[in-house]
């Protein structure tokens, strides 16, 4: 049993297919910390509690820590580093840890490019696919040679990045690029990733977010 649970029974608002509600989800299985799962409505009305949990964004994912929430996926990895012990994602020396918050809000530059992807075409999608294959040329650079970008263990820029990955061959898609040929290390990262429990067990198949890709093409009306 991890240790704080002392401090407090946990409710996770979240969206099955969010990525970043995703980095949360592997954070608390990384870390064994047991927790209540709440699905939220994503596209239709929001539910009271998410609105009266997250009254500035009015989004997921929210982490209640009886009853008090912590907003924004990294806030919310910060915050169960720092509440319980278990197994730190963020490493002990401070310049290391702010390297390591540096690249994890860089990788949401990967969702934010990749969404311009599928909802843009001509000169855009192309600015779009241009930015995106340098980000990962970026991550591919940092990431190195080593084994996760926290080392030899899966830490802090690791749980912020993998959930992108089935997201991916969406992306290769609308872009027409290869992840495999733009950052190799990096498409071998992810293989590592995805046979972690913690990973295998939050993600879903690339097949499912790219249905859910084409969900939200319906819904915003884009051909």
Known sequence: ???GKDKGG???LDFWVSPFGQRCRIAL???GVPYEYSEQELLGAKSDLLLRSNPVHKKIPVLLHDGRPVCESLVILNYLDEVYSGKPLLPSDPYARAQARFWAAYSDKVYELGTRLWKLKGEARAQARAELLQVLANLDGELGDREFFGGEELGFVDVALVPFVPWLPSYERYGEFSVEEAAPRLAAWARRCAGRESVAGSLHPP?????FITLLKKHYGIE
Request: net charge negative; aromatic share 0%.
């Open 29 to 31: 299985a990384e870390k």
């Open 10 to 12: 946990l409710v996770l």
């Open 207 to 211: 097949e499912k977010v790219d249905e």
């Open 1 to 3: 049993m991890a240790e």
